[in-house]
């Protein structure tokens, strides 16, 4: 029985739940069977409520035994990621100085999920302050990758990642700033959207880059993540960045998956394959065949500026991180030192002994490119190359409907190749960055895998707010192959 529940897709076992065929109590008991028997090795979680879920669950099932009405996601287990406030668990953002906050208030995309009646089982590793690509910056765990556990999950989603794919909940949402939710997902053979900038309230999620971050999902596969957007999207008073429903009306982003997009235009970037692995690149390349079969034109562009993304990124987000870290000061929030004498040593203790190595680099860069005197030489000039990024997009949509490129250059990478070098770590985002730096929407899809068996992913980016036809391309794909179906054995 559990088994037959955990092949379910988001939209089948809610369809299943509402109509009384499945209990939501079986599948959180079979969620937490998968939990209890591999998170030990797999690390996905930092927190599970098992008994609240069950109760939540029971209260669901009765509910719908009494005839009410129930909402999208009724009884399916959803995971979040840990830098997502909750009045339930802790928000740790997988640091230290947080690790035993309680937030006061719910984030409006937890408060959404309630209102679709998920169940929210737990809340998923990422790395520290989700600055990372790897999940290795967590400042509480380590997650592996179920595909092979010597490998990372990717990140910093990582744990919202590897969740999904070994099947200890039935979809999660995590947080891209830089790549955060694409990356992870490809490295873990499963899909994950990063909506348009403002399309999804960032209230009460912890801010890292405040204007490049977005929540998204991710899922077994591309009809799960428009179902989770038709519930988490939408305008938000609370987040002056969440955009009004007339810029940007919403529609029901599920009932067009399935449906094919006519007279598709493809835009690839050729110069960009060199940088990816050959395995990478035919992997992608053989998607785009499949595309051009359905009847979709290809066309070949340039994107001059591309290659700039992640210098002008990692000035950007930093200057931004510097800025929102500011406020772990050891008075307002989390971790305060014993061992200060004034005021001054309480900032600055409580900030060195339990920050992470990555974390106050970033401080410190950001610091120093928003500091006089560099300001106009770095900053600014990022900002500069921000808007060179964003027409080399517009250009780019002007002569397609979608980019497709590979998501990551290289498969999950092993545990600890990258630590010692963090340059080599950030050019694992060189894909996804500029995506953020752009502000338009994107999605990674599994499209093979490679000769050690790990999933490739193919990304395929859409003009802001086009997230009803990017789906339905990513749905095109889907229909034809069955890559997404596959499981890590674990
Ligand atoms: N890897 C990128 C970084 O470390 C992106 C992270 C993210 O999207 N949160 O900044």
């Not at 002008?312 to 929102?324: D, G, H, P």
């Amino acid at each position: 029985m559990s088994k037959e529940i955990l092949k379910l897709s988001c939209r089948d076992l809610q369809a299943k739940i509402a109509k009384g065929e499945v209990k939501s109590g079986d599948a959180v008991s079979a969620v937490f069977g998968r939990i209890e028997k591999y998170d030990g090795q797999i690390g996905a979680f930092l927190s599970a409520f098992k008994q609240d879920a069950l109760k939540r669950a029971e209260e669901i099932d009765e509910k719908i035994a009494k005839g009410q009405s129930v909402g999208a996601l009724a009884g399916v287990p959803i995971a979040v990621k840990d830098n997502m406030c909750t009045t339930f668990g802790a928000t740790s953002c997988a640091s230290k100085i947080l690790e035993n906050f309680h937030s006061p208030y719910n984030a409006t995309v937890i408060e959404k999920l309630l209102a679709a009646d998920a169940v929210i089982i737990g809340k998923t590793n990422l790395d520290e302050f989700a600055m990372g690509s790897s999940t290795e910056n967590s400042g509480l765990k380590k997650t592996v990758n179920p595909w092979d556990k010597d490998r990372v999950p990717g990140g910093s989603s990582g744990g919202s990642a590897a969740a999904v794919a070994a099947q200890m909940c039935f979809a999660s949402l995590g947080s891209d700033t830089g790549g955060s939710i694409r990356q992870p997902a490809s490295f873990c053979g499963v899909a994950g959207l990063k909506p348009t900038y403002g399309r999804v309230s960032r209230y009460g999620l912890v801010a890292y880059g405040s204007s490049l971050d977005q929540i998204g999902p991710l899922t077994k596969d591309t009809a799960d993540c428009a179902l989770l957007l038709n519930v988490i999207a939408g305008h938000d008073e609370k987040d002056s960045t969440s955009v009004d429903e007339k810029t940007a009306p919403l529609c029901d982003f599920l009932s067009g998956v399935g449906k094919e997009v006519k007279n598709l235009k493809i835009a690839v970037v050729p110069q960009l394959f060199d940088g990816a692995d050959s395995e990478i690149v035919a992997g992608v390349k053989s998607a785009i065949e499949i595309y051009k079969k359905l009847g979709a034109e290809i066309v070949e562009i340039e994107m001059p500026h591309f290659e700039y993304a992640i210098a002008a990124y990692y000035l950007i987000a930093t200057a931004e991180a510097s800025s929102n870290l500011a406020r772990y000061d050891g008075v307002h929030y989390g971790h305060r030192t014993k061992n200060a004498g004034d005021y001054i040593e309480v900032y600055a203790k409580s900030r060195a002994e339990v920050l992470g190595t990555e974390v106050k680099r970033r401080i410190m860069l950001g610091t120093y490119v928003l500091s006089s005197g560099y300001y106009d030489a770095y900053y600014l000039k990022a900002l500069k190359v921000r808007n060179l990024i964003r027409s080399d997009f517009t250009a780019a949509f002007g002569k397609a409907d979608c980019i497709m490129m590979p998501t990551s250059p290289t498969t999950a990478f092993k545990i600890g190749e990258k630590t010692a070098d963090p340059l080599q770590m950030y050019l694992s985002d060189v894909y996804t960055i500029a995506v953020n730096l752009a502000g338009v929407p994107a999605i990674s899809i599994p499209c093979g895998f490679d000769n050690k068996n790990l999933p490739i992913g193919l990304q395929i980016i859409s003009p802001a707010f086009g997230e009803e036809k990017l789906l339905r391309i990513a749905g095109m794909f889907e229909s034809q192959t069955d890559f997404h179906k596959k499981k890590p054995e674990l």
